[in-house]
């Protein structure tokens, strides 16, 4: 299982991850944020910098809740969005 232990903003909205594998990504989060739970993120970039890692989860998340799940930040699964979005497009 993939899980986040560590995380440091960089510039815009990317960000660098360190995994529990051992390895770390730079990782432009900017087309992950969507939806109304990232509209506060998406707005400003210095709230988009208070990400920080929930020890629970072993996840990246904000204040108000919002979190990716890791496998997603990792690069193994499309957002369940993305995914709905896919499908409606192929038909």
């Known amino acids: 299982m ?3 232990r560590a ?3 960089l510039e815009g909205y990317t ?3 360190k995994f529990n594998n051992g390895e ?3 990782v432009d989060i900017l087309p992950l944020l969507r939806g109304r739970i990232f509209e506060p993120i998406h707005q400003d970039l ?3 910098r208070t990400v ?3 020890e629970e989860s072993g996840t990246i998340c904000w204040d108000n809740h919002a979190d990716i799940d890791p496998d997603v930040l990792y690069g193994n699964y499309q957002p369940a969005w ?3 979005d896919d499908d409606i ?3």
């Open 24 to 26: 770390e990504k730079v």
């Open 52 to 54: 920080h890692v929930d």
């Open 82 to 84: 993305q995914e709905v």
């Open 15 to 17: 960000v660098l991850l």
């Open 46 to 48: 210095a709230y988009f």
């Open 7 to 9: 995380v440091k903003p």
């Open 2 to 4: 993939i899980l986040i």
């Open 89 to 91: 497009s192929s038909r």
